[in-house]
């Protein structure tokens, strides 16, 4: 392989990484401050594919500019999930409990969402041809489409993790993810603030979901190979932790189109997991200590 | 469920009763009536398994389709390719089951990890095993296998019933014995199980091959009696799905809870999709998570709360 195919591979796998990343964050902003896993949050990417997708279709909003229509809808779609499934989970009490409970209650939302879509919208592969005239550099040729994604995809990660890091409340986010009954002491109140969280990160897969739709093809069940990613960006990033998804994100990304141009594209969902149990397995075992710290 | 209860003759005569009709039912019923019960009892020794090692620990395993799809292809290729007779297949795909758990045992539950982790890595080995299926030549790629088709209805049949039987006596003797304590006292707090002197490592291995090694088995059987074998089919992402909204529907770490969801869940599938095709999935997933708010802790409790007001 020479240079410029190795260059070309890893500015597509930093594309895709940074699109991973996006999703994982509001993943990983979910199952911090409330330890649920998420399991529909690929649902909810399709869904806010399926919004860019019909906005550009059938009244010609380009796909950028759908995201301030998605991202607000996807947020209240949070809000109202939260309120019909999560409250009255969490009214049982024991946390084990209301773990188990919720990986059931979102496998559920999970079908209904997925055959919601398939019902409605069919399974047809829905394609939006946005700005793909190719623009090339020094070493490689690169999509308009895929820099704008790339970029937005970044921005918003930085726009997080400022949030995250400079404002009260993203303290109070980053300390409820650190230990819940000891923020609740320090008078934060989790409860609202899992809520606006489950809100953000519906929000966030949706905005997400509009970017994965400029690239890849529409399908209803283009979710689950997203959230499989996420989750593990998430570990390997870190619970809260907005730059290193960002960096895992890349290095998933890369390593996944390297690794699918060597070993096959069919092993391309494959390739994750070896990375994450390759992952796990270091740092279980120490080797890479101070990354252990955050899982 | 209290101990004495259990024990009382009629209850006693009651199982005894039920296991005489299930015996008897296939010998008067059609084939679509004894293929409805083989659906419902391979359903009864998935979620029972997985409720023997999940159930217990709390430690929830997305990928038991793994286990299923390892016994599926070692009874295939056994019985395909090496023309070995089905009963030494079956016992080859239960070996390899086994072998498969013991050895993502060790990876896996030597180490300390968290519940959600366990669940999402397990659902990854499923993942990669169905892409190593879909990929090689030896195993068929994804086009898969054509098996020779099953010499009677009964034979799955009667092999199945005798599983099931295994599986729930099995979690029952579990449910009242030290090792099923121990498993559900790592279930509240391992930490403090490995305090008090539990081989916290040895025990949790020792139930995970054992809750490997009963869906290898069913794998086996059910790619015989469909008579064909693909890896979207013996590496079934929904189907692990669907395993595990059982075992917890009717309740994690009880008895007679998995029994109960199974057949609960097969005839509303079998209901919903014959009545409205179309709307089964959306109708079935809004059922599930009404299910499960309605009684976090299952159905067993849900009944339990009914009979004992």
Redesign the interface.
Known sequence: MNFELFLQLVVFGLVEGGLYALVASGLSLT?GVMKI?NIAHGEFLMVGAYVMFWLFTLAGVSPVASLVVAAPLMFMLGLLIFKL?IV??ER?GAS??????S???F??????F???AL?SWSADYRVVSYLQNPISFLFFNISINRLVVLGISVAIIFALDFFLRRTFSGKAIRAITQDREAGMLMTINADRLSFVCFGLGTCLAGIGGSLAGMLHVITPTMGFPFL?KA?VVM?IGGLGNMRGCLYAGFLLGVLEFIGAYFV?E??R??I???I??AF??LV??GYLGKFGRS? | MKRSRMWKPQYLALIILLLAVLAFLPSFFSAYIVSFLIITLMFIIMSCSWNIFCGFTGYISLGHGMFFGAGAYAFTLALVKGGLPYYYSIALAAIVAGILAFLIGLFLLTIRIRAAYFAMITLGFNEIFQAICANSAALGESTGFTIPPVPHLHVPYYILLGVAVVAVGGTYMLDRSHAGLALKAISQDEEVADTMGINVARLKIIFFVLSGILPGIVGGIMAWFWSYLDPYQGFNLVFSFQVVIIAILGGMGTVFGPVIASVFMTLLIEILSTNLPHFYNIIFGVLVTIVIIISPRGMNALIGKIFHR
């Open positions: 199952y896993l499934v009255p989970l049982v084990h409990l209301v773990e188990r409970s990986l059931i209650a496998f559920g939302i999970l079908i209904v997925q055959n919601a019902v499989i989750f570990i096959g069919g092993y969902s494959a994750d997991y070896f994450l149990v796990l397995l279980s075992h899982l």
